[in-house]
Structure formats: C-alpha cells, structure tokens
C-alpha cells in the first residue's frame, strides 16, 4: 500500500552542479503535505553520488538507490519500483520546479478521477542559449493547458483535455519533467518500460490515453526547463525525428488503424507527408490518397500514390479513410479542419494531426 502522497522520481548523472538545487525546488514544496524524493544515480563520475549521500544522510525524504550506468531509461524503471506514494511525479535533476508545483497539480488531478496523469506549463533557462524550434515547442505546450487550472470551471479543464488528446500525435503534449502521474493509471499500463529504443515518455503517455484515461495539466508555469547543448532529448537517437513518427506510428497502428487494415490518406505532400507515407508503406498500410492545396502536385502521382486536392474528398464518400494531417505551416491545421469539418469529418475520429 502507497504510503507517500507523492514520489518524485528524480534519475541523475553527473549532475553535481545542478542537482542540490533541484532537489531543494521539490523539498521546498509549499503547502506540499507528504512527499518523498526517490533519486536513482545512474553511475555518475563527477562526485555526484558523493554529494547525494550527504544530501540523504541529513533528509530522510530523500531515498538513494545507485546502479550502473545503464541510460534514463533503466534508472526510471528502477527508481518506480521504489515509489510509494499515491502520486507519482517526474522531475529532473537540472531543472527546478515552482514551489507551488506539487499542490496545484494535486488539486487538479483531484477534481477528476478520470484524468491519469497531469503536466503544468513550462519555461526554457537560459532564455539567451534557445532556438527558434524550443521557443516554438514552449509555446505549442503551454497553450494546450492555457485556462486549465485547479480552480477554473470544469469545461475550461475539459477544453485543456480535449487539445491534448487532438494533438496527441503531433507531438509529446506534456513535458516529461512535469509529470504527476496516479499511480492506478501508472501500474495499469505498466509504468516506464524499455520499449524498442524509443521515447520513454511519449509512450508513458501514449498508453495511458489508450486505455482511456485522460491527460490533463495546469495552466500556469511550474517548471522551469534547462535547456543546455548536453540535453539527452538533443544528442540520444531515442529522441530523433525518427524515432518520434516510429512510436506514433506503433500507436497509431493499434489504436486508431486496427492493425494497419484501415485505409489512410495524407494531408500534406510536403517532406512531412512523405516521410508518413514512406513509413506507413512500409508497415503495410495501404495509403488512398495524398490530398494538396499546391496546384503542381495536383493530379500526379508519389510512391504510386495520387495526388488530388481537398474540394475532391467532396465526392469520395470517405473513401480516403482515416485522414493524417501532416502539414506543419502556421495556420494549415486550422485551415484542414475547417476544410474537413463541413463534410462531416470528425477530427479524432475520422481525421488527426502528425508531425
């Protein structure tokens, strides 16, 4: 039985610069009731183990397990095993967390026993040292939670919910390091696993929404993201472009293509759509159509595939099945569904987002 409202899962290697200060952000939590820090070095070099065995030595709220270097992903399925609470919460140790972090994620997974798990807004450090690409996936995330909050009447948290679960396959709409997890939902799914090399918290949060439970977060930045050129989601092939549309592509297969037997078409002939359909080929799914606003590709044919435009779906009386819209430009999903929606076509149902 969990005896621990919430555990911080926190795995660490060679963090002895940033470490102390991250732990100190979850012990610092505010109004936070119980809470345990489960901290899984994961075979550092630089002194800091040395320097958590102090740390614990005088916190008894901090739990110390040290194994070999074996990667994120082996710490993490390490350190669940020791969780005890209620709660699971994820956080990382360069990062820090808002002291108010704990207690407002709390209230909010609190108000509705179908939400799984839930995420809260974040900010990128240093500010001076971020790309375009980061500045735009801060943005992209914080404005799927924008007005959910503890407090915010139901149909604004029921918005939040319902703008993840449209752009679940977009990208991974809750940063890892924010999650607070139930642990019913946690355990029902099997918690993290080692799963062909691919992003282990897009596929946390992948099977949670396959077996039904909600994703939700607060509207407020909690979280404050180190952004540094050593990052693992920048230099470790698990977090590739690749590996993202494999794991969307497993997903996809089982939840929403009935094991690649419905028929798709894609949005978007661009580099994005191709890639798509040179994947979805691959696993055998047989794509119908390749649907395109650009005049030039209108009417030829890629990969055996052709080419019509979106005034033709019209006519084919859903015979392009599940449509993918793979377009990144500004403002080309909104232009999609209000193409799509006129016809009758359900968007999560009958038509979704990829990236």
């Known amino acids: 039985m969990p005896t621990s409202l919430v555990s911080f899962l926190i795995p660490v290697y060679n963090a002895h610069a940033t470490v102390v200060r991250a732990l100190e952000s979850v012990l ?19 002194g800091t183990l040395e320097l958590l065995e102090k740390l614990s030595s005088r916190e ?73 690409g980061l500045l735009h996936y801060e943005s992209w995330l914080n404005s799927l939670l924008e007005g959910s909050r503890s407090d915010a009447p139901a149909e604004k948290i029921e918005a939040a919910c319902r703008r993840i679960e449209r752009e679940i396959f977009v990208e991974c709409p809750l940063a890892h390091p924010t999650f607070l997890i139930r642990r019913s939902a946690f355990e029902q799914v099997g918690g993290y696993r080692e799963f062909q090399g691919l992003p ?41 472009t690749e590996s993202f549309r494999r794991l969307k592509l497993n997903h996809l297969l089982s ?29 055998g799914v ?46 080309a999903r909104e232009n999609i569904r209000l193409s799509l929606g006129p016809l009758g076509y359900r968007e999560g149902e009958d038509y979704l987002f990829v990236a």
């Open 255 to 283: 939840l929403k293509l009935e094991g690649g037997a419905r028929l798709v078409s894609i949005c978007g002939a661009g580099p994005v759509g191709k890639a798509w359909l040179k994947d979805l080929q691959a696993a």
């Open 286 to 331: 047989e794509v119908r159509f390749l649907i395109e606003v650009n005049p030039r590709r209108i009417g030829k044919k890629i990969h055996g595939v052709p080419v019509i435009s979106a005034e033709q779906l019209a006519s084919l009386d859903r015979s392009a099945g599940l449509i993918l819209g793979a377009v990144g430009q500004k403002g």
């Open 200 to 240: 282990e918290d897009y596929d946390l949060l992948l099977r949670l929404a396959g077996k039904g439970w909600r994703l939700g977060g607060v509207g407020k930045v909690l979280h404050h993201w180190r952004e540094h050129p050593g990052r693992t989601s920048r230099i470790d092939p698990r977090y590739s």
């Open 60 to 132: 008894n709220r901090v739990r110390l397990v040290a194994v070999e270097h074996r990667g994120l992903v082996e710490a993490l399925i390490t350190g669940q095993r020791l969780c005890r609470g209620e709660f699971i919460a994820r956080m990382d140790s360069d990062d820090l967390a808002h002291p108010d972090r704990f207690r407002e994620q709390l209230a909010l997974i609190s108000r509705d026993p179908r939400l799984g798990v839930v995420g809260a807004q974040v900010r990128y450090f240093p500010r001076r040292s971020l790309r375009a």
């Open 28 to 46: 610092g939590q505010r109004r936070a009731g119980e809470l345990e820090a489960v901290v899984v070095d994961d075979g550092s070099t630089d």
